[in-house]
């Protein structure tokens, strides 16, 4: 198989996967938040600027967080996530766009939009590195990447039990032993900021295209 069919296949269980635990994800995403994130999702999404597109929406959790002006889009691979986000849109009044797409082959232009927003994604996008590319294409030069990611944690015994946790990770379509910062610099990007939280197992990014 070639590396292309190979993360095709990978896409298609991933949305499979997301699909048929659309309906569950919130209950199983509210702990995580909690203890994990805390108010990280609202400081990531204030930072949004004029066209904003969120890339791997989900069922649109960090809608809420927004600044009011910001015109969001949201695209997804799984539709039932999707649906979800839709509906969450509607129960607060916000006007976003919400589209099936790939992260890892975006259907925008070059350059049209002001911010990306990326949130526990990366972990599960078959080729990471392919979807922080085309962020940097859409992105408008000097535009910013906003992400809050879990990663590979630098402290050796948090690392270790990720590492005996990655397989059963995998089974889920999770990636325990990512970091972004393995790829912005090689894709174009200028991190400017990166704050690491919960034993270095939380990131988040504020990264900038070149003008
Ligand atoms: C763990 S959820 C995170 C959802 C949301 N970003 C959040 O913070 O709650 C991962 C999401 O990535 C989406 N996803 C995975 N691979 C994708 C891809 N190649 N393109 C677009 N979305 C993808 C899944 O469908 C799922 O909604």
Not at 33 to 56: I, N, P, Q
Not at 59 to 79: K, M
Request: aromatic letters at 6%; charged letters at 30%; a neutral charge.
């Amino acid at each position: 198989m070639t590396p292309e069919a190979g993360a095709a296949c990978e896409t298609e269980r991933v949305r499979r996967f997301f699909d048929r635990s659309a309906e569950s994800y919130d209950g199983w995403m509210r702990p995580f938040d909690r203890l994990l994130l805390g108010d990280g999702r609202e400081m990531v999404c204030s930072r949004a600027r004029g066209r904003t597109l969120e890339l791997a929406v989900g069922t649109g959790l960090n809608l809420a967080g927004y600044p009011p002006d910001a015109q969001v889009t949201g695209i997804d691979v799984s539709p039932a996530m999707l649906a979800i986000a839709g509906r969450r849109a509607q129960a607060l009044g916000r006007a976003v766009e919400l589209r099936v797409g790939d992260a890892q082959a975006l259907e925008f232009p070059d350059g049209c939009f002001d911010t990306v927003v990326v949130t526990l994604a990366l972990c599960t996008i078959p080729d990471e590195r392919r979807a922080l590319a085309e962020a940097y294409r859409v992105l408008r030069p000097g535009g910013q990447l906003l992400l809050l990611e879990h990663v590979r944690s630098p402290v050796a015994p948090v690392r270790w039990v990720q590492r005996l946790l990655e397989p059963l990770a995998r089974l889920v379509g999770d990636h325990l032993l990512r970091d972004p910062l393995d790829h912005l610099g090689a894709v174009g990007f200028r991190v400017e900021r990166c704050d690491r939280s919960k034993w270095g197992f939380i990131e988040e990014v504020v990264a900038r295209k070149a003008r």
